[in-house]
């Protein structure tokens, strides 16, 4: 995943090219990378971690009932709140 994080993009046969693995993909030079994991523990390298932006959408069932309370509070029970 290195090429890929670093963006190394050759000209072959004037298309440009990625290599991915043992793979060329084609490319336009303009890439935009999303991944994502569904596991909640998932560990990854300080190298990783400070080429990437991570967005945490993870949504457990207490945080879900804590920000439904809050949002109840705030709109019936503003002095609880």
């Known amino acids: 995943m290195n090429s890929v994080l670093n963006k190394e993009v050759q000209k072959v046969g004037g ?3 990625m290599q991915v ?3 060329e993909i084609a490319c336009n030079g303009e ?10 523990n998932a560990k990854f390298t300080p190298d990783l971690c400070s080429r990437v932006t991570f967005v945490n959408f993870t949504v457990t069932p ?3 009932m ?3 309370l809050n949002i109840y509070l ?3 029970r503003e ?3």
């Open 15 to 17: 298309r440009l090219v």
């Open 66 to 68: 804590s920000q439904c």
């Open 79 to 81: 002095e609880v709140d």
């Open 74 to 76: 705030k709109n019936e």
């Open 31 to 40: 890439l935009t990378l999303f991944m994502f994991t569904r596991d909640a």
């Open 21 to 23: 693995g043992d793979k």
């Open 62 to 64: 207490s945080s879900l």
